[in-house]
């Protein structure tokens, strides 16, 4: 049971990274969260024993964060030159 509310959360916790977070004009708002999530591997993988799958498992959740991160911030990018290019067009 533990574990679906881990995946809930971090599911909700994921999409409000991608649509809200890095969504908005601040570049870095959306970096706060990776940010969270890579000390926080660190620092578990720094106080816990760990094996190889360990640190592949690690270094994939951190790219996933900085690609949601990345992903937002495009998004708001495009979203801004259509608004922009919809007030010229009128």
């Known amino acids: 049971m533990l574990v679906l509310w881990l995946i809930i959360i971090g599911f909700i ?8 977070f890095s969504n908005t004009k601040n570049f870095w708002i959306g970096g706060i969260f990776p940010l969270i999530v890579t000390i926080s591997i660190i620092g578990l993988l720094l106080t816990n024993p760990v094996g190889w799958k360990d640190v592949i498992m690690a270094i ?3 790219a996933v964060t900085l690609a949601f991160w990345a ?19 009128k």
Do not use: I, P
Not at 13 to 20: D, K, P, T, W
Not at 82 to 87: F, G, P, Q, V, W
């Open 71 to 89: 992903e937002g911030h495009e998004r708001y990018k495009k979203r801004v030159y259509k608004e922009s290019h919809n007030l010229n067009n």
């Open 60 to 62: 994939v959740a951190v």
């Open 13 to 20: 916790l994921y999409m409000l990274e991608l649509f809200v």
